[in-house]
């Protein structure tokens, strides 16, 4: 692992990117990166990342401090977890990036840190303006390989603030001044909270007295995010049904914005807006004030129940977002909570699937067609197949077509049913288990939690559970990031490759001596493929008998038209010894015999045939023509011999000796 799969899990999860980068020398050449990731609340750092080139090795080592608590030490024994290398104090841990580093341990610990982040985030007036140290320090990185000292944990110092911090601490504490001057301690009005120093009445006549009992509903104190969620929730209940019609288009950009955070202008401009989205009117509107519209509802604020909420959400997405109205950015969050709204409302699993991410539920779908494989058709494979591998199968010629396609999808069934390494399949190789880890539902909204949901296990798809067990959530999925892409490209190109060559199907693509593991599967499924269509290719004899009496009166006919009187005489002598059945000596015993396709004259003309005799008069007796007779017998028997068995030249009838044994078997004897 390093650092960039942790800051794109940062940037993906929290919306946070790396700030405050910086070099440091060593002469005039580089030797340490630093950069810093802060909490999107507070602005407080919360992971120290630095990138140091070692002369020694000739390559670049990563380490990180992360603001999880020093309880993470004491609870692993992970040999890349140790003490800090830069920062101090007891809420800072080091971890070492490098081939044995866990993600998901280090993607835990950054949320645990996340999270504290939120929850340290609390501003008294009594330490408002109070000047703080820097927690950084400047230490030399260890050896590679070694593990830093783990310092005893220190009473921390106090933090340096920004001018940011100091202008927002501020702007509270003079809020909170003025909430108590005008309220009094008690929250009454007071007399004075109208007259200025110079005895002048202040102009209050502009602002509606429901946004003045609005603000006066802001509970201060403890400022965690709990608390500012619970404080939104009831200025939002409260202020439900309002309607306002003094437009507000200016620009203002917050994290976690809510009404406290807006001025009187900003405010009003924000209920303004709401009214007219209310009517079907979608107006542009600065995209922060548009998250407080979603996190109304994601609380039931404006909504019956957690059904309408959800409703309405879809509506928002398609008049707001899809119309280009918003910012496109916006509708990957708005996914996440509506699909977590759903869940923590226990609303059934397809309605939830019918709010949740498009691209989420069809890799779930493909997930489990190629986990289940037996059960899946060749066309659902093969779209899982295309679903995970990305657009280079689908611009392969041979996936283009439908030969191509179902040979793809059998390659898969093949190897998923035989290839095995480290006792593995070849579907948890590509694909990981399917593993349990801490989720967080609407942690990055504003949601008030109202109450505490019941204990209960929500299964969203086959291959996506949700488990709420003692006071946690969990989630229970593949995660993509344990994916192996180059082992499934590994398969499906070397698919392609001899695909291509079988279908005569575009360029050929480069044998990789990577991929000889796969070769014997997509050998196996084209040699099967070339069998079966030899098999359909092979002609096959259709005689129609339907018209056969007919024919049958018109040849004796003519045959009548053309014997001498010889001919005639000889047909006279020969109808009056009628030939003798086949001994027991020559077909065997046969007391009854088996069943056949063939009538009892076919069986017959058959039995003459195997014992040498002539059948001549006998076919003349029956007005057959030979010809006629040959293929009505060989048609009968094409299913037990798969071959022509009898053969005419003119007159004559001949009896393949290939299958003599066949025929006696037929008949129900056997060649002495």
């Not at 309220?183 to 502009?206: C, F, N, S, V």
């Not at 309408?308 to 997405?317: A, G, I, P, T, V």
């Not at 880890?437 to 929500?458: E, S, V």
């Not at 593991?517 to 050998?523: I, M, S």
């Amino acid at each position: 692992m390093d650092i960039s799969e942790l800051t794109a899990y940062a940037e993906k999860k929290y919306h946070i990117g790396e700030v405050n980068r910086r070099m440091e020398l060593s002469g005039s050449r580089p030797v340490t990166r630093l950069s810093t990731l802060l909490h999107p609340r507070s602005g407080k750092p919360v992971a120290l990342l630095i990138r140091h080139w070692d002369f020694e090795l000739g390559d670049e080592v990563q380490f990180c401090d992360l603001k999880c608590g020093h309880a993470s030490l004491l609870r692993s024994s992970e040999p890349w977890l140790t003490a800090p290398y830069r920062m101090k104090g007891a809420d800072w841990v080091g971890i070492r990036f490098g081939a044995d580093t866990v993600h998901e341990a280090v993607f835990q610990l950054f949320d645990e840190a996340m999270q504290a982040g939120q929850d340290r985030y609390t501003i008294t007036l009594g330490s408002a303006f109070k000047p703080q140290a820097s927690e950084y320090r400047e230490t030399p990185l260890p050896p590679p390989g070694t593990r830093p000292r783990r310092e005893a944990p220190k009473k921390p110092e106090p933090e340096q603030l920004t001018l940011q911090g100091l202008i927002e601490k501020a702007m509270n504490a003079a809020e909170a001044l003025v909430h108590t001057f005008t309220l009094g301690p008690e929250g009454r009005e007071t007399p004075y909270r109208d007259t200025p120093l110079t005895g002048e009445r202040r102009e209050t006549a502009g602002i509606p007295e429901k946004l003045r009992e609005m603000r006066r509903l802001y509970e201060y104190g403890a400022h965690t995010f709990g608390q500012t969620c619970k404080n939104f929730y009831v200025q939002g209940k409260f202020m439900e049904d309002y309607e306002d019609d003094a437009p507000w288009n200016g620009e203002i950009r917050l994290y976690y914005p809510s009404y406290h955070d807006l001025r009187l202008e900003q405010l009003r401009g924000y209920f303004t807006w709401r009214t007219a989205l209310r009517r079907g009117e979608f107006r542009p509107i600065a995209t922060s004030l548009a998250y407080i519209y979603v996190y109304e509802l994601l609380n039931d604020i404006g909504a019956a129940d957690a059904e309408d909420s959800l409703r309405k959400l879809r509506e928002f997405e398609i008049g707001y977002l899809d119309s280009g109205i918003g910012e496109g950015d916006m509708r990957r969050n708005l996914r996440r909570w509506m699909l977590e709204k759903a869940v923590v409302s226990g609303l059934p699993p397809e309605t939830a699937r019918e709010y949740a991410d498009p691209d989420m539920l069809l890799r779930d779908e493909a997930l489990a067609a190629l986990r289940e494989y037996r059960a899946r058709t060749d066309g659902e494979i093969f779209r899982a197949l295309l679903t995970l591998a990305g657009s280079k199968l689908s611009r392969s010629p041979a996936a283009q077509s439908e030969e191509g396609q179902r040979l793809f999808a059998r390659v898969w069934r093949l190897a998923a049913a035989k290839e095995r390494q480290e006792g593995k399949t070849l579907f948890t190789l590509c694909f990981g288990g399917c593993r349990s880890h801490r989720w967080d539902p609407l942690a990055n909204a504003l949601y008030y939690w109202r109450k505490r949901p019941a204990a209960a296990a929500y299964e969203l798809d086959e291959v996506r559970t949700y488990t709420f067990n003692g006071g946690i959530w969990t989630e229970k999925c593949y995660q993509e990031r344990s994916f192996d892409k180059k082992l499934l490209e590994g398969l499906l190109h070397e698919t392609d490759r001899q695909l291509r060559l079988y279908l005569d199907l575009g360029r050929r693509l480069q044998e990789k001596p990577e991929e000889a593991w796969a070769a014997a599967y997509v050998e196996a499924v084209i040699e099967e493929d070339r069998q079966a269509r030899a098999e359909a290719e092979r002609k096959k004899v259709v005689i129609d008998l339907s018209g056969l009496e007919r024919i049958r009166r018109d040849a004796l006919e003519t045959r009548d038209s053309l014997l001498t009187e010889e001919d005639l005489r000889e047909a006279e002598e020969t109808d009056a010894e009628p030939p003798p059945a086949p001994t027991e000596a020559e077909t065997g015993p046969s007391p009854e015999a088996p069943e056949t396709p063939l009538d009892r004259e076919q069986r017959e003309l058959l039995t003459l045939l195997v014992r040498g005799e002539p059948v001549k008069g006998w076919l003349a007796e029956r007005r057959w023509m030979p010809t006629v007779a040959v293929d009505a017998i060989n048609e009968a028997l094409y299913d037990e011999i798969g071959d022509s068995a009898l053969e005419c030249d003119g007159d004559e009838i001949t009896l393949a000796e290939d299958y003599r044994e066949d025929i006696l078997r037929i008949l129900g004897g056997t060649e002495k």
